[in-house]
Nanobody
Framework: QVQLVESGGGLVLAGGSLRLSCAASGATFNRYVMGWFRQAPGKEREFVAAIRWSGDSTSSADSVKGRFTISRDTAKNTVNLQMNSLKPDDTAVYYC???????????????????WGQGTQVTVPP
């Protein structure tokens, strides 16, 4: 059974940085796409960034381009999200997700992901 466990969330001042990690287990992830999504109170879950496990394709939301970087560590079976220049609007629960053999065009589509972690809270006070 696929398991995704996020870590690294917390409270950080505006302009600061956090690094989220997603530990993946229970499958061979060679053909998976790993995504990060977030959900703020009262809002829908939205796409943040995604990476093909092979590393040859990445995608990110316009709102985080230039500030967030997604990467994967195949030796540790983790997917990381380095978040810099954080803003209060980045406050949300961040979820890791896995989808099998997704084309780049749908990396942003949360409904295409099969497996989800429990989420980790990121808070950036105004």
């Amino acid at each position: 059974q696929v398991q995704l466990v996020e870590s690294g969330g917390g409270l950080v001042l505006a302009g600061g940085s956090l690094r989220l990690s997603c530990a993946a287990s229970g499958a061979t992830f060679n053909r998976y796409v790993m995504g990060w999504f977030r959900q703020a109170p009262g809002k829908e879950r939205e796409f943040v960034a995604a990476i093909r496990w092979s590393g040859d394709s990445t995608s990110s939301a316009d709102s985080v381009k230039g500030r967030f970087t997604i990467s994967r560590d195949t030796a540790k079976n983790t997917v990381n999200l380095q978040m810099n220049s954080l803003k209060p609007d980045d406050t949300a629960v961040y979820y890791c997700a896995a989808g099998f053999a997704l084309p780049l065009a749908v990396f942003h589509d949360r409904w295409r992901y099969t497996y989800w972690g429990q989420g980790t809270q990121v808070t950036v006070p105004p």
